[in-house]
């Protein structure tokens, strides 16, 4: 299964690693380091270029990728739940 990011960007659920609210992880200097290193090394894909409200971080072809999303990360979360199944 797939999860849509925004725009036409669409992740498979089991590459992605977590899904972050941008406005709460950037009180934290570590996150906010990280990204700007991220963003530095070319790691970091911007959706759209309206204001991000999370990012998700991903393993595409065995590399970390960053994705900043206009879509917030509880509504992310809620859309990955619905493929978590349990059989």
Do not use: C, W
């Not at 609210?21 to 270029?49: K, P």
């Not at 970390?64 to 349990?86: A, C, D």
């Amino acid at each position: 299964m797939f999860l849509h990011l925004g725009e036409n960007v669409v992740v498979p659920i089991k590459d992605i690693i977590g899904i972050f609210d941008i406005e709460t992880t950037m009180y934290s200097s570590d996150t906010s380091q990280f990204l700007r290193m991220a963003e530095e090394d070319g790691f970091v894909e911007r959706i759209t270029e309206d204001k991000p409200k999370s990012f998700i971080i991903a393993e595409v072809n065995k590399m970390s990728k960053v994705y900043l999303s206009p879509i917030s990360s509880s509504t992310l979360s809620k859309r990955s739940e619905m493929f978590n199944i349990e059989p």
